[in-house]
Each structure stands twice: as structure tokens, then as C-alpha cells.
């Protein structure tokens, strides 16, 4: 072995050991960059100004970023969800609906969690929160604790894989550069980029696919256990219409926000960036309605407004700017300009209403740390992997991947069971940054791939089937933390085996029927 | 003596946050304007999309120090969750000294000339009607410099006290 092969395996044990104290993944990821750098260039591989050039790869590729936008916005469309108690009413609600089916407090821990992807997409806040609300009234009605832990941990997962989540969002960046990565090393000097969008859409029906799977277990463990999951009697005094309408009421409003934000990006209207700002003055209006019932009018007028100002730009040209405007064009801007008063009237309402209850404060102090917290990983990434081309590491890698015997089959298949471990120590967000630019361009320069939608969306889906795992998974870890102390660690391991399973399953699905990743972003992105 | 200290930047640390609070929300308005500007009024405008560039520059690299402080920037916790308050200390005063410090020498072994370079030609952006101010930019990248160096040093004064302080 040479002294490159040496440095670039010492290098990844060191980092896996430093990250187990416990030490900030950012800073330990930088530290050990810096380290290797040190001996990277006392051994003769690398120079100093190999590493003087972070700044500027900083500023590149990180603070001109505008896809990376979208995580501050997102990041707060998602806090203020959670801390305006939408995940709760929903989970309640439909609880009450769907509890006296059997197996229905189950399915609704599903829906919800799905609903939920657009919130932070760090799968502990998810996990601790559907935890902390639905577990206590699963055990009280006699729910098998196997069963409702397992669900809750499953459902909590679901937000990485289903649009609109973070997580997606940074896997879509680092593809991307891989991408064009890999198609100029084969020669190709104008690369085709991937979008963002097209991965939310590639992960759109295999996150439905995992959402259906989930339904279907539920519904068939109340057929054949029945005693596993009992229906729950309906309160009296709640009769079913008013049951409907706190359903709906609770059900409607995220969701139009979701399917709209989700909608502009898959159908191209809107870059993520933008939808995203979208999705966080819909979350800020709607977290205004849910504290103070008097809010409920003016959000709804602000939501008139944008509606008909929709409408007015759709039918007049409202570009003032022209040699000749008509007069038609200028009453329908005046209107437009009343219009978009009348809704800054609506969201300066909501603020002021979420900033005197203190949750506007609160979400936004939040959203500084969670996006600061990912950037700084991004930082202590690009050291890390800026020292690890210095060595030459990239190249070690693409070597090793291109020399496996069963060529590209067994190059994703070793990459993909790598990843799964790591899942067990490292977040998403880490994986993302520091393993996908290493095996990424190597794995879509191979003969035979299906593109980098697929591969993402199959890393994606990879990760989260990894979080489930026992014994080490994140959401079971972070489930333990909030599940009381009589029920046993190994009830709840055997509980989301079979979510497990059913992963594996919808692994091998798109690994088989590529078609169902693909199929919707080549219908939504290619002419 | 060094409780004043410590004191100190913990105290600028809060404060930081509750300044650093309000950028999101400018991000979110002036994003959402954007939007209006762009889908309703079929006007855009370059400054104010770089203006963005700008403002999340400021949030993330400012914030460094303030998330710090309130211990957010995420840990594998397989096993420091598990270890107690002295651990917790050897962990971070030793992984302050020596991975955090060493790092932040070569950012600002790096960065100040590149600041500075930037400074001395006034550098503009690259669009033609763009802002000015791409010096300011470049500028923010200190902040991220500033503020962890202002939180190690008061970590390495928290932990180290706790880790060599003996029982107390």
C-alpha cells in the first residue's frame, strides 16, 4: 500500500473515532481535515495553499449558494409549524376520527408523520415530538406496545424521504455537483445539471410507496391480531359532524400549505428558495390563526387577497415600465397594488400576533441555530474534504469502486451497506456532506446507472432504513427518551422490525423498477 | 477574575442571538417580496436577490458563537450522552484545544488575507447591476472566525475548570 491508500483509511477511522466522544461533528470533521492536511503536506503529498483556498471555496460554494437559502426558510416554515401545535391537533383529531376503526390510531401516526416532512427533517425533533403526543394514548387504549412504538418511530422517519424536507434539499447540492462532476471526467465539458425539484419529485411516489406499505401493515395486523391494536370508543357527547369539522379544520390548512409549496416546485413554477419563503409566511399566518381565534378572518382576507392578485397578474400585464400602457393595465395595477396592501395589512397582523405571544421570537432564534448548526457541518466538511483530494483520497476511492469484481452492482451495493452503517453514528445531514462527494461521482461515471436522481433517492431512502435499525438507529434512540421506563428496549426493537422490512422491501423495489423514481421527474423536467 | 470573564461572553453570546433573530425574518420578507415582485409584478431587481446572499451570510456565520453557546451544534451522543458533567468537560476542553483551535488558526490565517485582498480592490459584484459590496461579503466570513474564537476561549475556560478543578 502506498503512503496515499494509508493517509485516506487512517484518515475516515480517525474521524469515526473523534466524532464517539462526542466533540461538535462540525468542528471534529475540520479538526481532522486539518490534521491530515498537516501530515499530508509533512509527507510531501499536498501544500499549504491546498488549504489557504477554503475561504474561497467558502464563499463560492457556500455563502453564494442560493439553492442553500431554502434550508433558513424551510427551517422555519418547520419550527413554526411544530411550535404552533399544528403536528398536535392534527394527530388528535385524526386520532378521533380514525380511532374507532381498529388500527386506526396507527394509520393516523402515519398520515401524520408524512404530513410532517415538511417540518425540520432532523429526525429526532420529529420522533421525540410523535412520541411524546401519540404513544401515552395508544398504551392507554391497549395498543400493543411493540406495535405503537414501532409505528411511532417509523412514521417519524417518513419526513426525510417525502418533499419538501432539508434533507433532500443538501442531498440535491452535493448530487448535483457530483453529477457534473462525473460527466466532465468522462469528457462531457457541458454538463446537464440536476435540480432540486427533480429529486423531490424522483422521491415523491417511493415516499408514497413507504407511506402505503406502512397503512398496510396497520391494517393487517387488525385483521389478523386483533388484540394488538384495539378500536378506541368514541367519546360521547362528540357527535361525528363536529368530529368533521375540527378534522377538517385542523387537516386543511397544512395541507394546502404543503401541496402549494410541494406543487410550485414539482410543477417548475418556483425554485425551492422561493417556494420555500412561500411556505413560511403561509406557516407564520397560520400559526397567527392558531393562537388567537379572532386572527382567523384577517389571515383568511390575506389569503383572498393573494388569491385574486393571482388572478389580476394571470389576465393584465402589470409591467408599468412600457413605452404604452393601456388604461385597463393601469386600474388592474392599481388594484394589484390595493390588493398587495391589504395582505401586507394581513401578515403584519400575524407577526405582530405571533411576536406578542412570543412564539415568533422563539421560532426565529430556533431557525438561527438549527441553520447554523448545518452550515457549520457544511464548513467542517469542506475542510475535511479539501485535505482529502489534497491526498489524493478521491482518487483511491473512484479506484477501489471501479476494480470490484461484479462492477457497478456490487460498487453501489458496498456503497449503499457503508452508508447504512455509518447511518448508525453519523446524522443525514453529515453522510451527505462528507461520504456523497467521495462515492458519488465515482458510482455515476459507472456504465449502466440510472442517473443521480436514482442513486439520491435510493441513498435517501437507504439512510432512513438505517435510522430504524436496531439496535443502533437515531429514531430508536431518541425514542427511548421519551418512552417511559417499563417498556422494554427489546419490545420496541421487535415493534419496527417489520417497518424494517417493509423498507428493505421498497428498497429492492426501486432498485428493481428504477421507473418508479424516475417516472416523475422525467414527466415534470424533460420537454 | 475568570468568572467575569466567562460571564461576559456567555452574555454576548445571548445577546448576539437576539439580534441574529430578526435576520431570518428579513430573509423570509425579503424573499417573499421577491416573489410577489417576480410572479405578480413581473419586475426583478439583482441587488435585492443578492441582498439575500448578504443577510444569510450574516445568520449563519454570526451564529457560529451564539449556537455554540447554547450547545446546538450536534454531537454523536451514542456515548457522551451517557458519560457524566467531568467527561462531558475532558470531551470539550480537549477537543476545543485541539481540533476547534487549531482550525480556527488556519481560518484566520486564510481568511484575513483574503478579506484584506478583497478591501483593497473594493470588489464589486460580478453582474453588472449588482451590489457593490462584495468586500462586506467576504467580510462575514471573520464573524464565523470572531465568534467561535470568542466561544473556545470561553469553553476552554468552562471545561478546563471543571475537568482539572478536581471534586467540586
Known sequence: MDMSTILTITMFLTLVCLLMTGFPVAFTLAGTGLLFGGIGIAAGLMDLSFLEILPNRLFGSVIRNELLFAVPLFVTMGVMLEKSNVAEELLESMGKLFGPLRGGLGISVTIVGALLAASTGIVGATVVTMGLLSLPTMMRRGYDTSLATGSIAAAGTLGQIIPPSIVLILLADVMSNAWQQAQLNKGLFSPVPMSAGELFAGALIPGLILVGLYILYQVVMAILKPETSPAIERDTGEDATGLYRKLLLALVPPLFLIVAVLGSILTGIATPTEAASVGAIGAIMLGASRISAKMVRVVLTSLLAIVALLLISSTFDLRMAREVVPSSDKAAFGAAIILTLLFTAGLAASLWRTHQSGVLGEVMRSTVRISTMIYAILIGASLFSLTFRGIGGDEIIENMLHNLPGGQFTAILIVMLLMFVLGFFLDFIEITFVVVPVVAPALLAMDGTYGPIWLGVLMAMNLQTSFLTPPFGFALFYLRGVVPESVPTTAMYKGVLPFVIIQILALIMISVEPELVTWLPNLLFKD | ?168
Not at chain 2, 468537560?89 to 476547534?100: K, N, S, V, Y
Open chain 2, 1 to 168: 477574575m475568570a468568572n467575569s470573564f466567562l460571564k461576559r461572553l456567555d452574555s454576548f453570546a445571548e445577546r448576539s442571538g437576539n439580534v441574529l433573530a430578526i435576520l431570518p425574518l428579513i430573509l423570509v420578507l425579503l424573499q417573499f417580496s421577491i416573489v410577489l415582485m417576480v410572479y405578480v409584478f413581473s419586475t426583478g431587481s439583482i441587488q435585492l436577490q443578492e441582498s439575500l446572499q448578504y443577510i444569510n451570510a450574516m445568520m449563519f456565520l454570526g451564529g457560529a458563537g451564539y449556537t455554540a453557546f447554547k450547545d446546538e451544534h450536534v454531537r454523536v451522543d451514542l456515548f457522551y450522552s451517557k458519560f457524566n458533567i467531568r467527561q462531558k468537560a475532558r470531551t470539550d476542553f480537549f477537543g476545543t484545544l485541539f481540533l476547534l483551535v487549531p482550525f480556527l488558526i488556519l481560518f484566520w490565517h486564510a481568511s484575513v488575507p483574503y478579506v484584506l485582498d478583497s478591501w483593497a480592490i473594493r470588489e464589486s459584484s460580478v453582474e453588472a447591476s449588482g451590489l457593490p459590496f462584495v468586500y462586506v461579503l467576504k467580510s462575514t466570513l471573520l464573524l464565523f472566525a470572531f465568534t467561535l474564537t470568542l466561544s473556545a476561549a470561553a469553553d476552554l475556560v468552562r471545561y478546563g475548570r471543571i475537568f482539572f478543578g478536581g471534586n467540586d
